[in-house]
């Protein structure tokens, strides 16, 4: 097969700050919901878990994080070749990859590990046992 390309690639940070709430919850979309969307959004977040996601548009890179534990980048480019786009699929859908997000293993620990260890034992149908039993003020004897 031949193939004739040329290319040129520019890539662009683009991260800014962002100031999250200690909330497992906010820190996995930024905002606040009542509980049965804050089940939604849980159980989003275990379908599309950084696994699926991971050396596709999530990289783990210390060194392009920078002084940050994550970072934002964009990539554009200007090409003309004989070949297929590079893209992944998501939900049965090819999605072209423009933009990454890098990461440092501490910010994949405090945004995505520890807030859904914490929230699978919310959700858990024994545990919304135990709370319901405990808010009735139910003695079993």
Known sequence: MAVFQRREIGV???GVTASVPNNDIAKC???TLTDDE?????????????DVLDNKVFFHSDALCGNS????YEFSQIRHQ??????????GRSQQVNKIMTYT?????????GPMSR???R???????????AEADCVIS
């Open 38 to 50: 804050d089940e939604i959004v849980f159980k989003l977040c275990l379908a599309l878990s950084p």
């Open 105 to 113: 293993l501490s910010w994949m620990q405090n945004n995505y590990f």
């Open 119 to 121: 929230l699978v034992d």
């Open 69 to 72: 534990a994550n970072q934002f």
């Open 82 to 91: 004989l070949m297929t786009v590079q893209s992944i699929l998501i939900a």
């Open 12 to 14: 662009e940070r683009i």
């Open 29 to 31: 979309i930024y905002r």
């Open 123 to 133: 959700f858990s149908p024994e545990r919304r046992m135990m709370r319901a039993i």
